[in-house]
């Protein structure tokens, strides 16, 4: 089982930055992919970037309305996996999740809130 816990997430004017991370429990965090996903108010959660796992090739996939702005990135060595938010817009404002698949399983975060002023 793996345990997820989101920080870095804060108030930021439209235009900022912010990277957000997600450290992992357990010692199989290297085999399982890891994206992040986002739910705004009123409305159902969203996909936003995955990473694979580590360990081979490295791919990377993200939704159009970040891509260009957001990247996804993972350090094995820190079980962590980051999501560097560039360009924030207002309508980025939400809870962002990260989440941990393999083998059929899945694992989330509780979310960490990231708001977006104009």
């Known amino acids: 089982q793996v345990q997820l816990v989101e920080s870095g997430g804060g108030l930021v004017q439209a235009g900022g930055s912010l990277r957000l991370s997600c450290a992992a429990s357990?010692?199989?965090?290297?085999?399982?992919?890891m994206s992040w996903f986002r739910q705004a108010p009123g409305k159902e959660r969203e996909f936003v970037a995955v990473?694979?796992?580590?360990?081979?090739?490295?791919?990377?996939y993200y939704a159009d309305s970040v891509k260009g702005r957001f990247t996804i990135s993972r350090d094995s060595a820190k079980n962590t996996v980051y999501l560097q938010m560039n360009s924030l817009k207002p309508e980025d404002t939400a809870v962002y999740y990260c989440?941990?698949?393999?083998?059929?399983?899945?694992?989330w975060g509780q979310g960490t809130q990231v708001t977006v002023s104009s």
């Open positions: 357990g010692r199989t965090f290297s085999s399982y992919a």
């Open positions: 990473i694979s796992r580590s360990g081979g090739s490295t791919y990377t």
């Open positions: 989440k941990a698949t393999a083998n059929g399983n899945s694992y």
